[in-house]
């Protein structure tokens, strides 16, 4: 093979925009990783710190600075030079010293005050959510074989809503997950949460007390992700059914250009040619359909969450109101009726204090003529 068309195949290996700020073209993830890989040093993406003087040694290096000058940012720079406390003394780290001259703790207190004056608290979703960014930042496994490898891929990647939801749908994220290159895509369809799998499907108006302990998910288990014209199915169970195959026989009908088939518990990340910042499709319960897509493809570094338990890791999930009861507005619905003389509206949604209030006497026994179908509401996952 000739040099020309090495470098050519070379570049391939490198995510370049088809649409400028949009998405690239599409590129394979594991040579994506091995590019890199031939093109750093061992130390770039070791997890290993360097030692004092080696990092001084390299940081004078590049930046060009004598050892005069190098001696003099290591005094001024030094922890004794930018402590705001005795030596001996526990800091408060929440309290910044008023006469303080360091520019940053100065921005630090006007930010502070600042805050204080808005008097706006943030609800217990809005620290749980600043919880999950922080919560998983240069995370150490355990055990030595939980540590994610040196070199490995993370992914970031974006599940939405499914399409029926018109509010949000398209701008929005519902969950941001991490996942290195050797998750299989079965794992990142487990880690998806949908309402729609939590659903109970049928009317229990005459037995509201044995709803079936099963859910949708646990029914009705084939699903499939739609990756760069291949359906990759989840065969792993034997309720399991190639549900792509109904778009396959449509597309050949119609002239598309050929599709292919794989498993999803068989494909790992790294296998796969995708676009980053590209909308692909994610299929479960039969129509219920999610855009996924993947915003950011890197090394892992020492900074991240190294510990492979913890993957696929949530980093982010959008906050939604939740349904109240349509009686006291206080309490969640659990149920929902139609042609219910009872209700105030038909379709009506009811918690399950009043459900059983209205619709039931003390004994159990139904009053009146209605239908009544479980609810999950989709603020079950905040």
């Known amino acids: ?62 930046t060009g600075i004598g050892e005069e ?20 003394q526990q800091p408060d780290t929440d309290l910044v010293p008023p006469d303080s001259t360091l520019r940053t703790l100065v921005q630090r207190k006007k930010r502070q005050d600042y805050k204080a004056s808005l008097k706006i608290s943030k609800n217990r979703h809005d620290l749980y959510a600043d919880e999950l960014e922080r919560l998983a930042v240069e995370r150490k496994p355990e055990a030595a074989a939980d540590l994610v490898p040196e070199g490995e891929v993370i992914l970031t990647i974006n599940v939405y809503y499914p399409a029926t939801y018109d509010r949000f749908s398209y701008i929005r994220p519902h969950t941001t997950l991490l996942m290195t290159g050797s998750h299989s895509l079965a794992e990142l369809r487990d880690a998806i949460c949908c309402v729609s799998d939590l659903q109970v499907c049928g009317e229990f108006s005459n037995t509201p007390d044995i709803v079936p302990d099963f859910i949708s998910k646990d029914h009705y288990k084939s699903a499939f992700f ?86 696929p890791l949530l980093t982010h999930k959008h906050r939604i109101v939740t349904q109240k009861c349509a009686v006291c507005h206080v309490f969640i619905g659990r149920w929902f009726t139609t042609n219910d003389q009872f209700a105030p509206s038909d379709p009506c949604l009811f918690c399950d204090k009043c459900f059983r209030m209205l619709h039931y006497d003390t004994e159990g026994n139904k009053l009146g003529e209605f239908k009544a179908y479980p609810y999950v509401d989709r603020g079950a996952f905040n």
């Open 1 to 62: 093979m000739a040099a020309s068309e090495l470098s050519a195949d070379s570049d391939s290996n490198v995510p370049d925009y088809e649409y400028i700020d949009v998405n690239t073209k599409p590129f394979h993830i594991g040579s994506f990783r091995n590019e890199w890989l031939n093109r750093l040093k061992p130390s770039h993406y070791s997890y290993q710190l360097e030692d004092e003087d080696t990092f001084h040694a390299n940081f004078a290096k590049e």
């Open 69 to 88: 000058m190098m001696a003099d940012l290591k005094s001024i720079c030094s922890l004794d030079s930018l402590r705001c406390y005795p030596e001996d």
């Open 226 to 311: 739609f990756f760069e014209g291949v359906f990759y199915n989840d065969m792993r169970f034997p309720e399991c059914q190639d549900i792509s195959k109904t778009v396959l026989e449509w597309a050949k009908a119609r002239n598309f250009p050929p599709y292919s088939e794989a498993r999803m518990e068989e494909t790992r990340f790294i296998d796969l040619k995708v676009k980053v910042g590209f909308p692909y499709l994610y299929c479960h319960q039969g129509d219920c359909e999610h855009l996924v897509i993947i915003t950011d493809v890197r090394l892992a570094h020492k900074n991240d969450c190294i510990d492979k338990s913890l993957y």
